[in-house]
């Protein structure tokens, strides 16, 4: 895999976007595996293809998967007990 | 703009490179005109599209370098050996090409001049790109809160802006510059290289009772090891922000 790339929540905030309309980042978001409660931009992506994973910064179980696949999009959330968005 | 209504999907915009500039040995800074560009904040990104006459893309994420000025965009590029974008953007594009990209995005790792808190910046390496966006952005603002940048680099010469930071820690009033070098030193520096540790925290950092903000951006060792510092420093961990890039172990 190629090394240009950012390897956190920051990175993937354009193709979160664009299934949320809005910025999912900054959102805080509850581990369901351990409870730690941060941002989505904090949360560490492990790679692009074939679709995105952030982890908890903490204990590194996924909190969200995002796949694009036969003309589909797929979202898991279930890492996630909620996100938390501030003043929309 | 961020967080107080929805945004919508994003749409590419074809840009085009008005200017390249070399900023060290690796780095280039692409100044691009978007037509229709709506503004950013400082610490945004755009993902940049490239395209394969096979239909083959490669969409990358990279920090606004500039503060909010029009149509006009500036990103600085890394170029990494094994990179598949970066060599291209650095060594390859010219002047009048089109680029796409979209954005601009992330709403965390933004500093809005809308406080007068003071703001603490730490850099390593090519982690200072939007950083010098908060910066740019804070010159031209009307509220100018006092800002340290911490900048930790491998040597003189892998400086990113060196000349303009160097005017701008004479010119920009309350702006304080402190370099980290960790492997070369200029000549009669002071200290042998060192990496940023809990001294130099404690000597340059704004006290913890200023309830400063903190942005830490650069290879995910380095944000780590900041990041650590600043907690047991007994900074307010919800007020250290950090964006994190490259592999992890990477080098700082």
Known sequence: ?88 | MAGTALLGRLVWYVATVAERRQETETAWTLALTVPNWPGHEAGQHVDVRLRAQDGYTAVRSYSIANAAQGEHLEITIEQLPDGEVSPYLAQTIAIGDALELRGPVGGWFVWRPASNDPVQLFAGGSGVVPLMAMVRTRALSSVRPPFHLTYSVRAPESIIYAPELRQRATRDEGLSITYAYTRTTPPGWPTSPHRVDAALISETAFPSSKNPISFVCGPTPFVEAVANLLAHAGYDSSRIKTERFGPTGGTQ
């Open chain 1, 1 to 88: 895999m190629s090394t240009d790339l950012f390897f956190d929540g920051n990175a993937v905030a354009g193709e979160l976007r664009n299934v949320f309309c809005n910025d999912v980042t900054a959102a805080e978001g509850e581990c369901a595996a351990c409870g730690k409660i941060a941002p989505l931009a904090e949360g560490r992506v492990y790679a692009f293809a074939p679709g995105i994973v952030i982890r908890c910064s903490a204990c590194g179980q996924p909190l969200l998967r995002l796949v694009n696949a036969d003309s589909r999009l797929w979202l898991d959330i279930r890492g996630l007990v909620y996100l938390q968005f501030r003043s929309l």
